[in-house]
């Protein structure tokens, strides 16, 4: 019989303090950052988090004393006032805890047991966290391909951010590495017996994704942080056998992978039915979901009306036609519609604005508006031709497809005729995968 690696009947001071404070920690930071990984939970963990909601602000504002106010709104941010706050109290509850806990558990000789059903708690929401991603990016909505103002937009003047979404975004295939690792991560750290290897491959994987997030400045350091020390947490118990088989080439015991069962045997029952029902809901409805959200805002999205990329050939204003300076602030050089209900104009100095762009197909009609002024709405006419008008204002018939822009701007009256370009003409999406290459194609 192969010897395994017992369960120690009397664990060090030290260790009993630190199982307590993670203990705490997790299970409080489980709690209040349920980061909506099962799907269709949102609504459920909203009702048990308003009190948070409302206790937070007031403990930023009466105890803390912080100069502004939170306000809990969706911003695409994790790393937001009211997180680090909830962090704070995390953090001070579960030290506070585990100080009264030292002293009420003191004569407690281990706590094996409750160790492996933390480890099981923390296996799952890892895992669940890392599919919930993984789908997203298998299906490629957290980072979608980039968008015409994004491939025209100078590399200088993207944000730390915006240019690890714009790599990240490029690549569909890259997307599926990544998402797949996430995902293998996940159904690792379902099983006990695939658990440190789980955590291991997590580990490189949260890794990765917490040093973007502390190098590209994304605002999700907090959880991918949180998840590098879950992924530690796992593989603690194990620490020995793996710097014996990695570092110092000596025999690594076989784990103890016993499972803590419960006298009753429909508990023990209950709880494998739990179990599978979890697993296969997660993968399932956060399969479903991702799906149905590509067919929404993903790439099998329907395309909006007019989509396309569009170089300004004439702009008429106020009846009189501006040449294309790049000194004008006026005139545009571009438009572009990539997204429902939004278009970007190019300017002659290149910066890019966006805009509220909400068509009617039956009309040929228009409303935009920009989005720092909601009150203020342009109406415009559109329809789309082959001809062109040229320098003399004369009509010419042409194979390109022109899309012409007429009413209110702002101020004034406007005329634009805009010739609609071939979209995958950028040398970033030409280019593709090539095994053999005589030199590098470096632009």
Wanted: hydrophobic share 45%; net charge positive.
């Amino acid at each position: 019989m192969i010897a395994v690696t017992t369960e120690p009947a009397h664990w060090p001071t030290y260790k009993k303090i630190l199982f307590r404070f993670c203990a705490l920690f997790f299970v409080l930071y489980i709690v209040a950052n349920p980061n909506g990984v099962l799907p269709f939970t949102g609504y459920l963990q909203d009702i048990y988090l308003k009190p948070l909601y409302d206790f937070v602000p007031w403990f930023a504002a009466h105890i803390l004393h912080l100069d502004k106010p939170i306000v809990i709104t969706i911003t695409g941010s994790g790393d937001t006032r009211y997180d680090y706050v909830m962090m704070l109290l995390i953090f001070t509850t579960a030290v506070v805890g585990t100080a009264i806990w030292s002293i009420t558990g003191r004569n407690t000789a281990n706590y094996n047991k409750l160790f492996y059903w933390l480890t099981v708690v923390v296996r799952y929401y890892v895992a669940i966290t890392m599919i919930s991603y993984g789908f997203y990016k298998v299906i490629k909505l957290q980072f979608p391909a980039p968008t015409f103002a994004r491939l025209l937009e100078p590399v200088g003047k993207l944000s730390p951010m915006g240019l690890a979404w714009t790599y990240m975004g490029y690549s569909r295939g890259f997307n599926y590495f990544t998402g797949a690792a996430e995902i293998l991560t996940g159904i690792l750290l379902f099983h006990r017996k695939t658990g440190t290897l789980g955590a291991l491959v997590g580990f490189v994987v949260a890794a990765n994704i917490m040093a973007i997030n502390y190098f590209f400045d994304v605002p999700v350091k907090l959880l991918s942080t949180t998840l590098v020390v879950m992924c530690l947490f796992l593989l603690f118990k194990d620490s020995n056998r793996l710097i014996n088989f990695f570092f110092r080439n000596k025999e690594a015991l076989p784990a103890n992978l016993s499972p803590h069962r419960f006298k009753a045997r429909w508990k023990n029952t209950t709880l494998m039915v739990i179990k599978y029902v979890l697993i296969v809901y997660t993968l399932w409805f956060g399969l479903i979901d991702a799906m149905a959200r590509e067919k929404q805002v993903g790439a099998k999205a329907p395309k909006p009306p007019l989509y396309g990329l569009y170089n300004v050939d004439v702009f008429i204003r106020n009846n009189d036609t501006l040449k294309p300076l790049t000194t004008d602030t006026i005139r545009w050089r571009r438009f572009m519609i990539s997204k429902p209900g939004m278009a970007q104009v190019e300017m002659m100095s290149d910066s890019i604005i966006s805009y509220s762009f909400k068509p009617d197909i039956k009309k040929q009609t228009a409303v935009a508006y920009n989005l720092a002024d909601t009150a203020q709405k342009f109406p415009l006419n559109y329809r789309l031709t082959k001809a062109r008008l040229d320098k003399s204002k004369s009509l010419k018939t042409d194979t390109s497809t022109y899309l012409i822009l007429k009413g209110r701007w702002k101020q004034d009256s406007i005329e634009v005729w805009m010739k609609r370009l071939d979209p995958t003409g950028f040398p970033l999406l030409q280019r593709g995968f090539h095994f053999v290459n005589e030199s590098a194609y470096n632009k």
